[in-house]
Nanobody, 123 residues
Framework: QVQLVESGGGLVQAGDSLRLSCVAS????????VGWFRQAPGKEREFVAT????????YYADSVMGRFTISRENAKNTVHLQMNSLKPEDTAVYYC????????????????WGQGTQVTVSS
């Protein structure tokens, strides 16, 4: 079993930056991919970014490409999401998720989920 806890969310202005962190407890998640997803009010949860087990491969949603960076520190059981040039449309609850094996973009492919952290970007 893997437990995931997100942190780092908050209220910022458009153009600001935030760094989200996801820390795993229980069995380390170093054996699989980790992803970040987000869900805005009234919308479905959507893919943001994912990183492979060794950190060598990363993939992003088109909407965040060039602004967000995902990274992982397996020794610390931690994955980060650096978010720059934030926009009001980035406002959502951000979730960390873990899975066995390769990276994936679908919500249903992930086995473990955190409780989420709120990111609010004002214009």
């Amino acid at each position: 079993q893997v437990q995931l806890v997100e942190s780092g969310g908050g209220l910022v202005q458009a153009g600001d930056s935030l760094r989200l962190s996801c820390v795993a407890s229980g069995r380390a998640f170093s054996g699989g991919a980790v992803g970040w997803f987000r869900q805005a009010p009234g919308k479905e949860r959507e893919f943001v970014a994912t990183v492979s087990v060794n950190g060598g491969a990363t993939y992003y949603a088109d909407s965040v490409m060039g602004r967000f960076t995902i990274s992982r520190e397996n020794a610390k059981n931690t994955v980060h999401l650096q978010m720059n040039s934030l926009k009001p449309e980035d406002t959502a609850v951000y979730y960390c998720a873990a899975k066995r094996g390769f990276t994936a973009r679908n919500v249903g492919d992930y086995d473990y989920w955190g409780q989420g952290t709120q990111v609010t970007v004002s214009s």
